[in-house]
């Protein structure tokens, strides 16, 4: 089964809006991150939300957790430009891996 | 800020041929992974390592891969003989405990077989 499935596969929005994106899951977890991936560059680690939280803040980010729904959010507020990137979940559950998401590809457009 | 790191940056190989690909992960790190994402695809990941032996290996990580670190510094992914299905951007991780950190990826190393 694929874990971290990530919707929409595609965002863009205009400088200054919020962009929200979504995760899914189908196993439990310990823990779910989120990273960013300009084009053809490295992971970037954003957060780190453990199963027991529901909420976690960094910055112009801010993360959910409800596993329940086995689903996460980020959303990002006050967009910009630089924000363009990918944006991937990854589940961390019993295992030492992670497991990524397909990604959701945002553009800002200034 | 300590930060993993990861040589070449780009490497080209004709099919059949061996490559290594390194890595210099955090140095107080005590776990170490390779991933590598296919152009367009996921990250999935290949092998965690730890004490100097495998702990975990997907289904991708078959015999053609192995994984070293050498001199307690370095941690290498070997490729015995490349496929053009080996093409993909290879990442490194190092973490420093299990549950109570991330991973930190390097930038990774871009592989062309051709």
């Known amino acids: 089964s694929q874990q971290g499935e990530e919707d929409p596969q595609a965002l863009s929005i205009q400088e200054g809006e919020n962009a929200t994106m979504n995760c899914s899951y189908k196993t439990s977890i310990n823990n779910l991150q989120w990273y960013r991936q300009n084009s053809g560059r490295g992971l970037v680690h954003l957060i780190l939300?453990?199963?027991?939280?529901r909420e976690k803040h960094s910055g112009r980010l801010r993360v959910t957790l409800d596993t329940s729904k086995k689903s996460s959010s980020l959303l990002i507020t006050a967009s910009r430009a630089a924000d363009t990137a990918s944006y991937f979940c990854?589940?961390?559950?019993?295992?030492?891996?992670?497991?990524f998401g397909k990604g959701t590809k945002l553009t800002v457009n200034p | 800020e300590p930060e993993v790191t990861q040589t070449p940056s780009h490497q080209v190989t004709q099919m059949g041929q061996e490559v290594i690909l390194r890595c210099v992960p955090i140095?107080?790190?005590?776990?170490f992974y390779w991933y590598r994402q296919i152009l367009g695809q996921k990250v999935e990941f290949l092998v965690s390592f730890y004490n100097n032996e495998i702990s975990e290996k997907s289904e991708i990580f078959d015999d053609q891969f192995s994984v070293e670190r050498p001199d307690g510094s370095n941690f290498t992914l070997k490729i015995r003989s490349t496929k053009l299905e080996d093409s993909a951007m290879y990442f490194c991780?190092?973490?420093?405990?299990?549950?109570?950190?991330?991973?930190?990826f390097g930038p990774g190393t871009r592989l062309t077989v051709l």
């Open positions: 990854a589940t961390k559950g019993g295992s030492e891996k992670l497991v």
């Open positions: 939300i453990r199963s027991n939280e």
């Open positions: 991780a190092s973490w420093l405990e299990v549950n109570t950190d991330t991973q930190y």
């Open positions: 140095s107080n790190h005590l776990y």
